[in-house]
């Protein structure tokens, strides 16, 4: 953003929730007081909670409040899809992101990880007096949620249903879409959920263990969070790994500022982030180069011995019916559209917890208004691409070519090192979302293809 001098003011003014975020407050008033009125509008006031508890807590709309106002996707991740048999945009129904699926992180260290941050959270609030079993009871939760998305992370099955009204998806989503203009769901509408088998087990999960445990796991990602806002924070580096999708201790607080704000305004970001892309080459070049990639990757299909004929022209297709989005989704570009969106994020708040909340609840909701091909789900950091389902599309950012921001036009900043090989893997995994499709001409995995990948693999 500082080195975009086009952006309009009201644009330059969100650097100031960056110097929110490095600088703080930490007096009383100005952290302490809006994370308990945060704790309060999830309805987790007095957290840590300890029974007796009424059995008929709405955990679910707390979980749907706090993705929505922070990001947590404690349960279930949230975006639109388009419907597989009609391309109608409906609600998506996704995991979350797990401490385990960090890189480097295995299901010991996230056990690790959760320990340590809620033994943290407690201290933060001088609370680590509560019983120790309240503290192993959400680690055992969180363990049992790990396992389950280490188990059902790898699973592309996807299910399109409608949910009972009184159901605890149905109670989630329509708290997370509450006030949303158009919503694509409603009470009788259908929902795209993947990974069935995943959705069932976390929802027997939550309804057979007891609400204030459930509510304390709330509360500890409610406080991780937040660390960012919080003062001498032992938080922060579960927060940082998180943020950095690695291990991560000791980040400089500016660098791990950038990434808070970018989550709670990433469009913004994205649109900052292509502002010199112009030094580079033409945003057609990078169009054309991943273009160019993907003709290659069939090339070299083509002419593999591992696959027949009718698997040849499977992949020749689904390769060639892909959206293959380069560097940004379509609506950014728009300059009207986008600054209506910068137009209405809201003004900065007098601390920046409050701040980042209001900012990053307008960025959720606005997602939820565009349609499914319009859709960008990762960070600006990013540095590889990904594959999604619903509408077929690839996402190739900017970092995917290694470029770095060009202080000096004379600086050549961009390589192509590894572009080939993250592109050329994430139209595999695109295929292998194929495997089962129920298009026979898009079947590519047949049995002549499966059983000389056999004898190939027993060969080496």
Known sequence: MNQDKKLDKKTLAMRGLVDQCVTGNHTK?????????????????????TPPV?????????????LRKTGVAAFFSVTVSSHP?????????GLPKALSSIEGIDIRDAIQMYSSATFASLKALKKDFIPPVHRLNVV??????????????GDRSFQISKLAYISPANEFLREVFDGVPHSVFSQDSEVYIQSPYFFSNVVGLVQKTAPHTVMNFL?????????????????????????YSAPRTSVPRWKLC????????????????????DLHGSAARFTELVSEMAQEFIRGTDTAALFSDSSKAAIRSIINNTDFKVLSTSWIKDNDRFNDYVGAIPILR???????????????????????????????????????RGPRTIYIPMLVFNITLAFAKNINAFQLARAGVRIGRCIFDMLLSEINSADPSQQWLDEDARSVGVFVINQC
Not at 30 to 39: H, S
Not at 86 to 93: P, T, Y
Not at 140 to 153: H, I, P
Not at 361 to 387: I, K, P, V
């Open 219 to 243: 509360g500890v990602w409610t406080m991780i969070q937040m660390s960012p806002f919080l003062p001498q924070s032992d938080l922060l580096d579960v927060y940082s790994s998180i943020l």
């Open 54 to 66: 009424r059995k008929d807590l709405p955990v679910w709309k707390m979980a749907a409040k706090l």
């Open 85 to 93: 048999y009609n391309s109608k945009d409906i609600a998506s129904l």
């Open 258 to 277: 950038l990434r808070t704000v970018e989550k709670a305004i990433p469009s913004l970001f994205l649109r900052s982030s292509l502002a010199d892309i």
């Open 140 to 153: 055992r939760f969180a363990t049992e949620l790990e396992r389950l998305y280490q188990l059902y992370s």
């Open 350 to 388: 007098s601390n920046g917890l409050d701040s980042y909340l209001a900012a990053h609840e307008h960025s959720f909701l606005a997602g939820l208004t565009r349609s499914s091909s319009e859709r960008w789900s990762q960070s600006t950091f990013s540095t590889n691409c990904w594959s999604e």
């Open 29 to 49: 008033e100005k952290v302490w007081n809006p994370l308990l009125e945060l704790m309060a509008s999830l309805s987790l006031e007095g957290f840590p909670l």
